[in-house]
């Protein structure tokens, strides 16, 4: 009876170890696609991170040139005075001018 009890517990063990190889075996076959997913998602994970990143300076050059664009607002405020003033100064001396030859005569 020993012997009967060992040589099934013998042919269930060599069941159990055919069965977890096989197991083994369609898990490394399936290891080979989950290696190319991690590749492609280290990539995507790559390619996510670049984008992000390019966003983040897009964004800070953005900011920039808003402020370029403020500043030069201003500028143009301020030329846009400075010829107002001109422009009053040359009438001012077409005035001058008159006077001065009402003078000489």
Do not use: P, W
């Not at 197991?23 to 996510?48: D, Y």
């Not at 670049?50 to 201003?74: I, P, W």
């Not at 143009?76 to 000489?104: C, F, I, R, W």
Request: glycine content about 2%; proline content about 0%.
């Amino acid at each position: 009876m020993a012997s009967a009890s060992s040589s099934s517990a013998r042919h269930l063990f060599d069941e159990s170890k055919k069965r977890l190889c096989a197991r083994v075996g369609i898990n490394v076959n399936n290891l080979g696609s989950v290696a190319r997913q991690v590749v492609r998602a280290s990539k995507s994970n790559e390619i996510m991170h670049q984008t992000l990143k390019n966003f983040t300076q897009v964004d800070v050059v953005s900011d920039y040139s808003n402020q370029n664009l403020q500043k030069m607002s201003l500028i143009l405020q301020h030329v846009g005075y400075q010829y107002d003033v001109m422009q009053d100064s040359v009438n001012h001396l077409d005035y001058l001018k008159e006077q001065v030859t009402a003078m000489e005569r």
